[in-house]
């Protein structure tokens, strides 16, 4: 029902920039929180940082004041740019989107593919 599509993500030098977006689409009513969350080899998914429909921003300790999460209401997409970029930031990178969907009587939590980020040193 519903289909979140990530982009970004790659290889970048320890310093670097990189930015991943995610786009979701599908029978949407509305769309509550999104986030973003990284998982490493061998562990569980951690959160990066959230964003609610109405702007509200929450941040790991370890990348607040080097990520930025922002959300394009319009477009369903939220955005994560992630600055000065450092090894340990190396990961999949998920997106996810809490969402009402047409006809569904309570809220749902939809997954992106993930995508890799290797930050090299």
């Known amino acids: 029902q519903v289909q979140l599509v990530l982009s970004g993500g790659g290889l970048v030098q320890a310093g670097g920039s990189l930015r991943l977006s995610c786009a979701a689409s599908?029978?949407?009513?509305?769309?509550?929180?999104m986030g973003w969350h990284r998982q490493y080899p061998g562990k569980q998914r951690e959160l990066v940082a959230t964003?609610?429909?109405?702007?509200?921003?929450n941040y790991a300790d370890s990348v607040k004041g080097r990520f930025t999460i922002s959300r394009d209401n319009a477009k369903n997409t939220v955005y994560l740019q992630m600055n000065s970029l450092k090894p340990e930031d190396t990961a999949v990178y998920y997106c996810?989107?809490?969402?009402?969907?047409?006809?569904?009587?309570?809220?749902?939590?939809?997954w992106g593919q993930g995508t890799q980020v290797t930050v090299s040193s």
């Open positions: 996810n989107a809490v969402v009402r969907v047409y006809g569904g009587r309570s809220l749902e939590n939809y």
């Open positions: 599908g029978s949407i009513l509305s769309i509550f929180t």
């Open positions: 964003v609610t429909s109405g702007g509200s921003t």
